[in-house]
């Protein structure tokens, strides 16, 4: 069983920038592809980026590219999302995933493991 805790959540105003984090516990964690993924209120949740279990390769949303970046830290169980030049309409809350099998889809079926989520605000 995996354990994920997002952090760095937070209100910003547009074309501010945010690092969320997310903790997983186990031992395990280097072998598992991860996700970010968000929810805005009244939506479906949405793929918004993932990263490889050796962080060699990413995979992103059109919405988000170029602005975000994902990158992991397998000795600190820790995966990140740097998210620059944020847009109102990033507003949602992000949750982070763990593809046990390796993945690192942008479904989010493949995904095993979920945090509780962290809520970003980007006022305009």
């Known amino acids: 069983q995996v354990q994920l805790v997002e952090s760095g959540g937070g209100l910003v105003q547009a074309g501010g920038s945010l690092r969320l984090s997310c903790k997983a516990s186990?031992?395990?964690?280097?072998?598992?592809?991860m996700g970010w993924f968000r929810q805005a209120p009244g939506k479906e949740r949405e793929f918004v980026a993932a990263?490889?279990?050796?962080?060699?390769?990413?995979t992103y949303a059109d919405s988000v590219k170029g602005r975000f970046t994902i990158s992991r830290e397998n000795a600190k169980n820790t995966v990140y999302l740097q998210m620059n030049n944020l847009k109102p309409e990033d507003t949602a809350v992000y949750y982070c995933?763990?593809?046990?099998?390796?993945?690192?889809?942008?479904?989010?079926?493949?995904?095993?493991?979920w945090g509780q989520g962290t809520q970003v605000t980007v006022s305009s």
């Open positions: 995933a763990a593809d046990a099998g390796g993945r690192g889809t942008t479904a989010i079926n493949d995904y095993d493991y």
């Open positions: 990263i490889s279990w050796s962080g060699r390769s990413a």
């Open positions: 186990g031992r395990t964690f280097s072998t598992y592809a």
